[in-house]
């Protein structure tokens, strides 16, 4: 893929998660968990590393999580999410490329450890380690969102792979 496609298609993909972030912070969601969110961003991370790679999806993240924080978040913000984020990240390209995790899979692991990070964070700045119960709700729903932005991710590579490869699968 030539340079200016690829950063477009970053660009892109990094506006789509600011915004779906952004829509999700405005929409209160009658889940059991407080302050629990979908991740629908994160799908569009996904996204850039299954049709880009790691540095691509982590330019995407960059800038999803900093624009976030800038825009409509506070700097606290921006440690939860970036902490969380990096490990999502880390997980989702250690799966990369295993036959036997597929972007559903690898969206779940990322799922599970962004709120695994930002538990430990929580934890770290107040001192309170009891936070770290707050893992197990958190952790089941995001086996839940992270399935289903997994399923989204997956379904979009699917159709803008032969896109984004000019045409070649």
């Known amino acids: 893929m030539r340079n200016a496609r690829r950063l477009a298609l970053c660009g892109c993909l990094a506006a789509g998660a600011l915004i779906l972030s952004f829509v ?25 590393l299954l049709l880009l790679g790691v540095r691509a999806a982590a330019g995407v ?3 999803k999580v900093l624009l976030s924080a800038l825009l409509f978040g506070t700097p606290l913000s921006l440690l939860y999410a970036a902490v969380g984020g ?13 036959r036997s995790v597929s972007p559903i ?15 430990l ?9 009891e936070l770290f119960y707050y893992f197990t709700p958190l952790g089941l ?3 839940l969102t992270g399935g289903l932005s997994g399923l989204a991710a997956q379904l979009c590579a ?5 896109l ?6």
């Open 121 to 129: 964070v929580a934890c770290l700045l107040t001192g309170t380690p």
């Open 86 to 98: 990096v490990l999502s990240l880390a997980a989702m390209a250690l799966l990369r490329g295993r």
């Open 158 to 162: 699917k159709r803008l792979r032969p």
């Open 24 to 48: 999700e912070s405005l929409l209160p969601l009658p889940l059991p968990v407080p302050g629990a969110r979908l991740g629908l961003g994160n799908a569009l991370v996904l996204l850039a």
């Open 141 to 143: 729903l995001a086996i």
């Open 105 to 119: 899979g690898q969206s779940v692991a990322g799922a599970v450890l962004h709120n695994l990070g930002q538990v």
């Open 164 to 169: 984004v490869l000019g045409g070649r699968t």
């Open 61 to 63: 993240l960059a800038a």
